[in-house]
């Protein structure tokens, strides 16, 4: 299995509160992405970076942020959650651009907001 | 917007049975995928079939890609009960640059 560590797992928090999801690979990959899976909307992409400091938008960017300062840590922020954001979230990894390789999914980090 | 859509959205079928899945999509693609996933896990990568490809194998599965149809379909040969899970294609659009696409997936339960 690749080396894809999210964290946390799951995470239970209030509407309006900051959330924070970290994903660390140990794959030296260049590319990471994060999704949303829901269901009858399977995997959509939220934001990708396609190395240090460089990012772009997904599918569903709104309300979300993005950093990443290290090639291995690839962080998603919910700067004020709501219960639309209650959601499974994925990250992935590609050792270059995704659309021309396959991606390795971590497991996932379960979020309700209530 | 979705661009692959899977058929059907749930498949039942017993073990030794072979299950064929179906992705249709829309626009020009440089590749499309193949991903499972069981349940609470992420996704895997099962196949990647270039747009200048017709058929892929790897071990049990085949793989197959109609450009002037614009639909893809995967054939799990002589199921397990192991096979379970869901089924996504994921593609590559010509003008996605490094982004996949999924669609919603095709539930399969193979019954021992």
């Known amino acids: 299995d690749a080396g894809i560590t999210q964290s946390p797992r799951h995470k239970v928090t209030e509407t309006g509160t900051p959330v924070t999801l970290r994903c660390h690979q140990t794959?030296?990959?260049?590319?990471m992405y994060w999704y949303r899976q829901d269901p009858g909307h399977g995997l959509r992409l939220i934001h990708y970076?396609?190395?240090?400091?460089?990012?772009d938008k997904g599918e569903v960017s709104d309300g979300y942020s993005v950093s990443r300062s290290k090639t291995e840590d690839f962080l998603l922020t919910l700067e004020s959650a709501t219960s639309s954001q209650t959601s499974v979230y994925f990250c992935?990894?590609?050792?270059?651009?995704?659309?021309?390789?396959?991606?390795?999914f971590g497991d996932g980090t379960r979020l309700s907001i209530l | 917007s979705q661009q692959g859509e899977e058929d059907p959205q749930a498949l039942s079928i017993q073990e030794g049975e072979n299950a064929t899945m179906n992705c249709s999509y829309k626009?020009?693609?440089?590749?499309l995928q193949w991903y499972r996933q069981n349940s609470g896990r992420g996704l895997v990568h099962l196949i990647l079939?270039?747009?200048?490809?017709r058929e892929k194998h790897s071990g049990r599965l085949r793989v197959t890609l109609d450009t002037s149809k614009k639909s893809s379909s995967l054939l799990i040969t002589a199921s397990r009960a192991a096979d379970t899970a869901s089924y996504f294609c994921?593609?590559?659009?010509?003008?996605?640059?490094?982004?996949?696409?999924f669609g919603e997936g095709t539930q399969l339960t193979v019954n021992p």
């Open positions: 992935a990894i590609s050792e270059w651009g995704g659309a021309y390789q396959p991606q390795h």
């Open positions: 794959e030296n990959h260049r590319y």
């Open positions: 970076s396609y190395g240090v400091k460089d990012t």
């Open positions: 626009t020009s693609i440089n590749n």
């Open positions: 079939i270039r747009s200048n490809e």
């Open positions: 994921a593609t590559a659009e010509e003008t996605s640059g490094s982004r996949l696409t």
